[in-house]
Nanobody, 111 residues
């Protein structure tokens, strides 16, 4: 079966940047959108970014202008470039496509 493997999380200072990646270990044949979700302690999981198979991106208001989602269909990989990070961005980030979910990667923004 397809596995989504995430990487790129870590601890950064406010104003810093991180790039998350999520790669499928097997081929995904359906033309699904790629999503990034996040879940902070005590909060509901929220959709933060989505990119269509054709490359059209959309964002939650909380990250618009700071985050950029992109995908490489040939590599079955999605990325989330996160700039100007804020403490409120601290969460576990999950990639998602179709019926598949990544394992989650921790992003912590703190001084």
């Amino acid at each position: 079966q397809v596995q989504l493997v995430e990487s790129g999380g870590g601890l950064v200072q406010p104003g810093g940047s991180l790039r998350l990646s999520c790669a499928a270990s097997g081929t995904i044949f359906r033309f699904n959108d790629w999503d990034w979700y996040r879940q902070a302690p005590g909060k509901e999981r929220e959709l933060v970014a989505r990119v269509t198979f054709g490359g059209i991106a959309s964002y939650a208001d909380s990250v618009k202008g700071r985050f950029t989602i992109s995908r490489d269909n040939a590599k079955n990989t999605v990325y989330l470039q996160m700039n100007s990070l804020k403490p409120e961005d601290t969460a576990v980030y999950y990639c998602h496509r179709g019926t598949y979910w990544g394992q989650g990667t921790q992003v912590t923004v703190s001084s």
